[in-house]
């Protein structure tokens, strides 16, 4: 029986298997953690604890990597599309935490599962029922089967009416800027909401060196709505006209990776809600600086009733 509820988030991308060393140098880590991470499945588990339906496509090795991504993420009431692929690894990512204020994360994915992600790996009745569809600049840049993959799979959800955000989420260690430039040139005037952080957008125009140009640069290529991530300094946006922007909450900082994922699923999950540009930026801001009071990529994402606990009177709940 094919499946015919709603989601509230489709996601597609590149899920690894993450290796988590004590502090110290990683030849010399006697124990270690053992996780996963992607950027648009640390959205999907966010969107999920937020009370919203999330659902994540990809492909993983046939390995005990990519069984617990798959776990994991089934545990973390995340609906599931997978690809196995006999013949290639599932991605891997290793945090060295090299002192309390150094981390380094080294990648071993060039040959990964993920990276033969094809378009047609979203059926048309999957992509159907989404009310947004999520992907960032990270899988184009994986190899140029996986860019058009998302190239076609942009063009799809806009001709069936899904929402298209975009996070530009830029990897200099996977593509260049020109080649990463072009991508964007494209993708920006096709996608309804863009993320990314001022560097990020500058790397579609050098010139731009500030949030302001970042957004009007973006709005002029025909983004409908723009939102700039300024780490500790906090976010802003336009949508509709209207200019939002919220300051950062402080926390004790852990670990910040993931932190960006976070942000965005939690103003997407705001946002389905009905919410204002101030009250989505407002929940994805405690939702960032929720996940990075914790070591991992999504492990800290708080769930909404943890929210007043964490950060007593600056809920957003509606």
């Not at 060393?21 to 996780?35: C, D, H, T, V």
């Not at 496509?57 to 997978?82: K, M, Q, Y």
């Not at 593509?175 to 990463?180: G, K, L, N, Q």
């Not at 025909?222 to 209207?242: H, M, N, P, S, T």
């Amino acid at each position: 029986m094919t499946d015919s509820k709603p989601i509230d988030v489709l996601t597609f991308g590149e899920t690894m298997g993450l290796i988590i060393a004590e502090p110290g140098p990683l030849e010399f880590a006697g124990s270690a953690q053992l996780r996963i991470g992607g950027a648009e499945s640390n959205l999907a588990i966010v969107v999920s604890r937020l009370g919203r339906t999330a659902h994540w496509v990809g492909r993983l090795g046939d390995d005990a990597f990519g069984r617990l991504v798959e776990r994991t993420l089934r545990a973390e009431e995340v609906g599931v599309t997978v690809i196995r692929d006999p013949q290639r690894p599932t991605g891997l990512m290793v945090k060295e935490r090299r002192s309390r204020s150094l981390q380094r994360v080294h990648y071993y994915r060039s040959t990964s599962a993920a990276s033969r992600l094809a378009h047609a790996d979203i059926h048309d009745d999957l992509l159907a029922r989404a009310s947004i569809l999520h992907v960032t600049g990270i899988t184009p840049a994986l190899s140029p089967g996986a860019r058009e993959a998302v190239d076609t799979l942009i063009d799809r959800a806009r001709s069936l009416g899904v929402t298209v955000s975009l996070d530009i989420n830029y990897r200099s260690a996977l593509w260049t800027r020109s080649e990463a430039a072009e991508f964007l040139s494209s993708a920006i005037p096709r996608s309804d909401i863009v993320f990314g952080s001022v560097d990020e957008f500058a790397v579609v125009d050098p010139g731009i060196a500030t949030a302001d140009a970042a957004i009007e640069d973006a709005l002029a290529r025909g983004a409908a709505e723009v939102i700039v991530k300024l780490g500790d300094r906090g976010a802003v946006g336009e949508r509709d006209g209207q200019r939002g922007a919220i300051e950062a909450t402080p926390v004790e900082v852990v670990d910040t990776v993931g932190a960006g994922d976070a942000f965005v699923g939690g103003y997407l999950a705001a946002r389905l809600d009905g919410l204002t540009l101030d009250e989505c930026l407002a929940l994805g801001g405690l939702v960032g600086a929720a996940a990075c009071t914790v070591a991992g990529d999504w492990e800290g994402a708080p769930r909404r009733k943890e929210l007043d606990e964490l950060f007593g009177g600056q809920d957003v709940t509606r």
